[in-house]
Protein backbone atom coordinates (compact mmCIF):
# COMPACT_ATOMS: atom_id res chain seq x y z
CA UNK A 1 0.00 0.00 0.00
CA UNK A 2 2.81 2.18 0.57
CA UNK A 3 4.04 1.94 -2.95
CA UNK A 4 0.87 2.70 -4.43
CA UNK A 5 0.32 5.95 -1.81
CA UNK A 6 4.18 7.37 -2.98
CA UNK A 7 2.90 6.82 -6.92
CA UNK A 8 -0.33 8.35 -6.43
CA UNK A 9 1.02 11.02 -4.49
CA UNK A 10 3.99 11.86 -7.41
CA UNK A 11 1.38 11.26 -10.15
CA UNK A 12 -2.07 11.13 -9.87
CA UNK A 13 -2.45 13.71 -6.96
CA UNK A 14 -1.06 16.87 -9.16
CA UNK A 15 -3.49 15.45 -12.48
CA UNK A 16 -6.70 15.59 -9.81
CA UNK A 17 -6.26 19.01 -8.32
CA UNK A 18 -5.22 20.47 -11.60
CA UNK A 19 -7.96 19.17 -13.42
CA UNK A 20 -11.03 19.17 -10.89
CA UNK A 21 -9.24 21.82 -8.07
CA UNK A 22 -9.71 25.37 -7.89
CA UNK A 23 -8.15 28.22 -5.90
CA UNK A 24 -8.94 28.34 -2.34
CA UNK A 25 -7.84 30.56 0.81
CA UNK A 26 -6.78 28.30 3.83
CA UNK A 27 -6.55 29.70 6.87
CA UNK A 28 -5.25 27.56 9.57
CA UNK A 29 -6.08 29.02 13.46
CA UNK A 30 -2.19 28.97 14.03
CA UNK A 31 -0.77 30.63 11.25
CA UNK A 32 -1.24 32.71 7.82
CA UNK A 33 -3.83 32.09 5.20
CA UNK A 34 -2.94 30.44 2.15
CA UNK A 35 -3.59 29.99 -1.11
CA UNK A 36 -4.01 26.66 -2.26
CA UNK A 37 -5.95 24.32 -5.36
CA UNK A 38 -8.62 22.16 -3.46
CA UNK A 39 -11.59 19.80 -5.04
CA UNK A 40 -14.96 21.41 -3.95
CA UNK A 41 -17.88 19.60 -4.38
CA UNK A 42 -21.19 20.75 -4.33
CA UNK A 43 -23.07 22.23 -0.75
CA UNK A 44 -25.84 20.53 0.57
CA UNK A 45 -27.95 22.56 2.61
CA UNK A 46 -30.55 21.80 5.99
CA UNK A 47 -32.80 24.16 7.92
CA UNK A 48 -33.44 23.93 11.75
CA UNK A 49 -35.59 26.29 13.86
CA UNK A 50 -35.19 26.52 17.34
CA UNK A 51 -35.90 29.68 20.31
CA UNK A 52 -33.81 32.05 18.05
CA UNK A 53 -35.10 31.78 14.93
CA UNK A 54 -34.67 29.78 11.85
CA UNK A 55 -31.08 28.88 10.53
CA UNK A 56 -29.80 26.97 7.86
CA UNK A 57 -26.97 24.96 7.55
CA UNK A 58 -24.74 24.69 4.70
CA UNK A 59 -21.66 21.82 4.27
CA UNK A 60 -19.88 20.02 1.62
CA UNK A 61 -16.69 18.22 1.20
CA UNK A 62 -13.28 20.04 0.08
CA UNK A 63 -10.29 17.69 -0.92
CA UNK A 64 -6.99 18.91 -0.13
CA UNK A 65 -3.49 18.06 -0.50
CA UNK A 66 -1.40 17.50 2.49
CA UNK A 67 1.86 17.82 0.13
CA UNK A 68 4.62 20.39 2.02
CA UNK A 69 4.66 21.72 -1.12
CA UNK A 70 1.40 23.48 -2.30
CA UNK A 71 -1.10 21.59 0.34
CA UNK A 72 -1.84 21.80 4.25
CA UNK A 73 0.54 18.82 6.36
CA UNK A 74 -1.91 19.26 9.43
CA UNK A 75 -5.58 20.28 8.75
CA UNK A 76 -7.10 21.05 11.75
CA UNK A 77 -11.23 21.09 12.55
CA UNK A 78 -10.23 24.49 14.33
CA UNK A 79 -9.29 26.25 10.56
CA UNK A 80 -11.60 27.99 8.05
CA UNK A 81 -11.25 28.32 4.55
CA UNK A 82 -12.61 30.85 2.09
CA UNK A 83 -14.66 30.04 -1.32
CA UNK A 84 -14.91 31.97 -3.39
CA UNK A 85 -15.93 35.16 -1.03
CA UNK A 86 -17.68 32.90 1.47
CA UNK A 87 -15.61 31.83 4.56
CA UNK A 88 -16.23 27.83 5.79
CA UNK A 89 -15.37 26.44 9.22
CA UNK A 90 -14.16 22.95 8.97
CA UNK A 91 -16.29 20.89 10.55
CA UNK A 92 -14.44 17.25 10.30
CA UNK A 93 -11.97 15.58 9.03
CA UNK A 94 -13.46 12.69 7.06
CA UNK A 95 -9.79 11.47 5.59
CA UNK A 96 -6.23 11.91 5.95
CA UNK A 97 -4.42 9.62 4.47
CA UNK A 98 -1.96 9.77 2.05
CA UNK A 99 -1.19 12.74 0.34
CA UNK A 100 -5.01 13.78 0.59
CA UNK A 101 -7.10 15.02 3.34
CA UNK A 102 -11.17 15.00 2.76
CA UNK A 103 -12.71 17.62 4.74
CA UNK A 104 -16.64 18.43 5.73
CA UNK A 105 -16.73 22.29 6.21
CA UNK A 106 -19.79 24.07 7.84
CA UNK A 107 -21.32 27.51 7.02
CA UNK A 108 -24.19 28.37 9.25
CA UNK A 109 -26.99 31.32 8.64
CA UNK A 110 -29.55 32.90 9.29
CA UNK A 111 -32.86 32.44 7.71
CA UNK A 112 -35.23 34.30 9.85
CA UNK A 113 -34.46 36.79 12.38
CA UNK A 114 -36.71 37.72 15.40
CA UNK A 115 -37.32 40.74 16.88
CA UNK A 116 -40.13 42.16 19.43
CA UNK A 117 -43.95 42.08 17.60
CA UNK A 118 -42.48 40.59 14.48
CA UNK A 119 -45.49 39.02 13.77
CA UNK A 120 -47.97 41.03 15.55
CA UNK A 121 -49.31 41.61 18.76
CA UNK A 122 -48.78 38.80 20.85
Known sequence: ??????IFADAARPVLLDNMGRTI????????AVAITAVVEP???AERQDEQGRD???RRV???STAASGGIASPSNKDTLDIGTEEWSVETIENHSGSLARLLVVRIGSVERSRPQYRGQA
Open 62 to 64: VII
Open 25 to 32: TYRPHNGD
Open 1 to 6: MAKFDD
Open 43 to 45: EAA
Open 56 to 58: RRR
